[in-house]
């Protein structure tokens, strides 16, 4: 089975976390669904490289990134891949709403984010950033 490893970003801006939503996907369970932004880590980079590309790449965001963002690594078993992502928190001000990969997007508070369909390892992401208070997410 094949395993990806994805870098990808916790934004937080005005105590807002930024979501993003997939398009349509081969995997019913993960198409429309919503994530935090990123991309997969080729063999020649650090996650946080991958992660600057990626954002680059798909919200048009050039953002300094380095290891010390990094703040968890989770694994999830989907039915037909796994996926391993190394989150990084990233605290950004005036961040455009600029989609180039996404279908749509949403600055989200405490209150809105347990209503978004999550894609499950991401929702496992939100979670652990909230339970061990990683983030205040108290606007």
Known sequence: ?????VAV???VSDWLLLCTQRGPSQYDYIAHKF???GGTIESDEMGSEALKRALEKDLNLSLEIT????MMTVEHQYPDFK??????????ENVADHLIDHIDH?????????????ADADFKVMNKIID???IDWQV
């Open 35 to 37: 994530q935090f932004p």
């Open 9 to 11: 970003a916790a934004i």
């Open 132 to 134: 061990e208070g990683l």
């Open 83 to 92: 996926v391993i992502l190394h989150v990084y928190k990233i605290e950004a």
């Open 106 to 118: 949403v600055w989200a508070d405490s209150g809105m984010i347990y209503f978004l369909e999550w």
């Open 67 to 70: 290891e010390d963002h990094h």
């Open 1 to 5: 089975m094949k395993t990806y490893e």
